[in-house]
């Protein structure tokens, strides 16, 4: 069974945005525990007004504050109780040496130093947590912006579907998604998907070329698989690989060649 078809898709608010909205809608937070004599706690974006529910991210266990934590809301933090329920990790954990367990590689310049990696064992120890926030979004608030993709927006709203391409690393594969584990809600691609469907009601069909590792130099490399899948749509998301060796330049170079291969390659 897909994911999609497991995962109730109103419970991912596609537009509820966090920005917008003055309840912000299942948070991840993992807590943490950095000393012997201090209780493990957990940070959040905003500053709550108030919790309304703190669950597994599985959905399957609800914790009770007051019992299982306490909310510390000018320091932003779930604290947890003696005896708690929550999980944690401890803070020494995070970081691993070479050829330990459990282990990936830091970054290029500092072979030595490894963090913990277990990429179905996050989600047992990060909580989502529902609250009202006491603050505004002062960061950058993504707007519509229709008129940059006029033509697909114009074929979205006549209600003819389109073909969308994504072309990425393994972020946009799925890869650290829960859609083999509980609550199995798919990796963002078909959020996408599902979500321009119920927006405009046409099909969306997807050709997914993101590859696990690649970089932005690997989406210059794929330009004519992109192409060859004539897509009215492309979105292009690599970064993760990036950030170790190469200057910003270098990434915003290559990514500014992916769309202008596009563009050249299907002009309309």
């Not at 807590?31 to 599985?58: C, I, M, N, Q």
């Not at 803070?91 to 050829?99: D, E, P």
């Not at 209600?159 to 969308?164: A, K, N, P, Q, V």
């Not at 970089?215 to 970064?239: N, S, Y």
């Amino acid at each position: 069974m897909k994911a999609a078809s497991r995962y109730p898709m109103a419970q991912a608010r596609l537009f509820s945005p966090f920005w917008e909205s003055r309840v912000v809608y299942g948070e991840s937070v993992a807590l943490e525990k950095s000393g012997p004599e201090k209780p493990a706690d957990g940070t959040l974006l905003f500053t709550p007004a108030k919790v309304l529910r703190v669950r597994s991210s599985d959905g399957a266990t609800e914790y009770r504050e007051g019992v299982d934590f306490t909310v510390d809301a000018a320091g932003r933090r779930l604290v947890l109780m003696p005896g708690s329920a929550i999980p944690f990790i401890d803070h020494a954990a995070l970081y691993k040496r070479k050829g330990d367990p459990q282990s990936i590689g830091r970054k290029i310049d500092d072979p030595e130093t490894y963090l913990f990696y277990a990429e179905r064992w996050f989600p047992r120890v990060q909580v989502e947590v529902d609250y009202e926030r006491a603050e505004d979004w002062a960061g950058y608030a993504p707007a519509f912006a229709g008129a940059d993709l006029s033509r697909t927006v114009a074929k979205l709203k006549r209600g003819e579907g389109l073909r969308l391409c994504v072309t990425g690393d393994s972020i946009s594969t799925g890869a650290n998604a829960s859609k083999t584990v509980p609550p199995y809600m798919p990796p963002y691609v078909t959020l996408l998907q599902k979500g321009l469907e119920q927006a405009y009601g046409g099909e969306i069909a997807v050709a997914n070329l993101a590859v696990p590792g690649a970089t932005a130099k690997g989406g210059v490399d794929k330009i004519h698989l992109v192409v060859a899948e004539k897509p009215d749509l492309v979105v292009i998301a690599f970064g993760m690989n990036d950030t170790a060796g190469h200057h910003a330049d270098h990434y915003q170079a290559q990514l500014k060649a992916v769309i202008a291969g596009v563009r050249a390659a299907l002009p309309d």
